[in-house]
């Protein structure tokens, strides 16, 4: 869905593109609405989208169900490790990551020193209910989904918490969410150009 520019501050936007000098990655669990908010991002600032299971996926010619019934998860990990590094050194885009990426100790530390970090955080409900629409989960199929959502949070919400940003993602307010993502990284560039000139 297009973001509706006129309602978006587009001084905001101009001052935030001549300030980003990183990409923006978007972490945080599966159907937390990362590819959701980052396509908005990238449509408002005029940048690429890209998400990193779908560029695993090509680079494996196999679908990510595929390749964790083939190889494994961490065969699947260490690719994602590589792709997601490749993908900030490229630079100026919006990266979405999936929501595993930063159980790997170099990719989160890429994460915090190389990009404008988002977590995209929302209800367990709401990430049930998203997540049932489809069947490209591998880590929901062996078992009651809300059992594995709730450890993998339990697992996982203390490193995303180490990102810069914190965003909200409810249903049917996706631009709220871009609202807010985009007043945080005008507030976060401020922060860090403070920080860099003190
Ligand atoms: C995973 C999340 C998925 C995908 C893979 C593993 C995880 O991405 O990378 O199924 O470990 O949480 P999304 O977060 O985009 O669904």
């Known amino acids: 869905m297009a973001p509706d520019l006129q309602k978006l501050d587009l001084q905001k ?6 300030r980003l000098d990183r ?3 978007l972490i945080g669990m599966m159907g937390a609405g990362k590819t959701r908010l980052g396509k908005m991002l990238a449509e408002s600032l005029g940048l690429p989208f890209v998400d990193s299971d779908d560029e695993i996926e090509k680079a494996a010619g196999l679908t990510i169900p595929e390749i964790f019934e083939k190889f494994g998860e961490p065969y699947f990990r260490d690719g994602e ?5 490749r993908l900030i050194e490229e630079g100026g885009q919006i990266i979405s990551t999936g929501g595993g990426a930063i159980l790997n100790a170099d990719t989160a530390h890429e994460l915090w020193t190389q990009t404008v970090c988002i977590w995209v955080k929302a209800d367990l409900n709401v990430m049930l209910e998203r997540t049932a629409r489809n069947d490209k989960r591998p880590l929901l199929k062996n078992g009651d989904p809300r059992e ?16 810069h940003i914190t965003v909200e993602s409810r249903n049917g307010a996706a631009e709220d969410a871009l609202a807010q993502a985009l007043n945080e990284i005008d507030a976060y ?6 920080r860099a000139e003190i």
Request: hydrophobic fraction near 40%; proline fraction near 3%; glycine fraction near 0%.
């Open 13 to 18: 936007i101009t001052s935030i593109r001549s």
């Open 148 to 163: 594995i959502m709730t450890r993998l949070i339990e697992a996982r919400y203390h490193i995303y918490e180490q990102a």
């Open 81 to 85: 490790r590589r792709v997601i590094k």
């Open 189 to 194: 560039l401020n922060q860090s150009r403070m």
């Open 23 to 25: 990409p923006v990655a």
